[in-house]
């Protein structure tokens, strides 16, 4: 798993953050055998702002330092938040006091200013060492005789963050139960749903030369979409959400199924909806613009975007459009939705698209990530009347 760092750089407010760092941060990753860095690294490459904020998209971990009023890590939280709603990770010295909007954000303590009395006797580096030892149990129960509540619930926080990774397992299951869970933690949480994200061809368009998806075969391409999803609704456990585009063709068929079958679904707008309707939309024709307009007011858009281009900072990236970042955008918001329980549906004839950013590149990322894939090939439309 690969770890961004954001943090103040140098020493300020009395805190060495360097050494927070090289001490502190980086020690605990390589335990969990993370990798990762921090921005320091792209300025020696010259490209901060791009490769920053594709860090603060991708990055599996965010681990933050809000012990001062630093308007680059607020900056860099905020985008983070925006972005993804899981796997921020926020620690806090004794400095500043935290502000407003994060007041109620949970983080993990480090104690003093200094790091040489920190790292000698700080609860959390106590910890570590109990951790590490074989009578983890009945250390865990001396360690944290006294502590107050925070503390307790940042070090079940870091337990249960082995527990997840399965790092020293049985060590984890002997400390964990030290360790009582808040009230709050003790109320049970909702499993997170199974996402079907689906990518698709659109309509053809009349006049198209090469045929992908004919206007003349809605019907099949309707049944191969709700075959899938009927299978997968069968199997399932738990929850099941839908996740695409609104584009004619297999976007708007893939809703339209769901809704017959009572699966929730999201929609994602890469543009302003009149933007996207004129782009991706009307030329498949007069029925497809008014399937698509009921659709956003059944289901409110969910919009990347309230500009028809790419943003300032993103414009210099060689042969990159708006559709790879939605394809992008979309794909981290159903990983981070599903807990990476994750399935893509494509009805896509498995040629490369007609630009940068369709569905062969959906496909392409999503299977980077480990996304379970059900291919329904649009060259079976083709086979017969």
């Known amino acids: 798993m690969h770890v961004f760092i954001v943090r103040p750089f140098g020493t300020k407010n009395n805190i060495n953050f360097d050494r927070v760092e090289t001490e502190l941060i980086r020690p605990a990753m390589r335990a969990a055998g993370l990798t990762g860095g921090t921005t320091g690294e792209f300025v020696q490459q010259g490209n901060i702002r791009t490769d920053m904020f594709e860090q603060l998209l991708i990055a599996d971990i965010v681990i933050a330092d809000i012990s001062i009023h630093n308007a680059n890590v607020f900056y860099e939280l905020g985008l983070r938040h925006a972005l993804r709603d899981k796997r921020t990770f926020l620690l806090k010295s004794v400095s500043d006091e935290v502000p407003f ?3 109620t ?4 303590p480090y104690s003093g200013f200094h790091m040489r009395a920190f790292i000698k006797s700080g609860h959390w580096c106590r910890f570590s060492r109990q951790y590490r030892s074989h009578a983890t149990e009945n250390r865990y129960k001396s360690a944290l005789a006294g502590a107050d509540a925070q503390v307790k619930e940042s070090v079940r926080n870091q337990l249960v963050l082995y527990q997840q990774l399965g790092i020293l397992t049985e060590n984890t299951q002997a400390a964990l139960p030290n360790v009582a869970a808040s009230a709050e933690k003790n109320a049970p949480e909702q499993a997170a749903p199974r996402v079907i994200l689906f990518t698709g061809h659109r309509i053809d368009a009349a006049g198209r030369e090469q045929p992908r998806f004919p206007r003349t075969k809605e019907t099949q391409a309707r049944a191969l979409i709700r075959d899938a999803v009927v299978a997968e609704q069968q199997k399932a456990t738990g929850q099941l959400l839908g996740i695409a585009g609104g584009a004619s063709g297999g976007d708007i068929l893939f809703h339209e199924v769901c809704q017959e079958l009572g699966i929730p679904t999201l929609l994602y707008l890469a543009l302003p909806q009149d933007a996207y309707r004129a782009a991706s939309v009307a030329d498949g024709g007069a029925q497809w613009v008014e399937r ?23 414009r210099a990236k060689n042969g990159y459009t708006i559709w790879q970042r939605a394809n992008l955008w979309m794909l981290q918001h159903a990983l981070a939705k599903s807990n990476d329980n994750l399935l893509l549906i494509a009805l896509w004839n498995g040629d490369v698209g007609d630009g940068p950013g369709g569905t062969e590149d959906m496909v392409k990322r999503a299977q980077e990530r480990g996304a379970a894939f059900i291919h329904l090939d649009t060259r079976m439309l083709l086979i017969g009347p």
């Open 101 to 103: 909007d994060l007041k």
């Open 105 to 108: 954000d949970r983080y993990l």
């Open 292 to 314: 698509f307009q009921h659709l956003c007011e059944v289901n409110k858009p969910i919009l990347l975007t309230d500009a028809d281009e790419l943003p300032r900072w993103l």
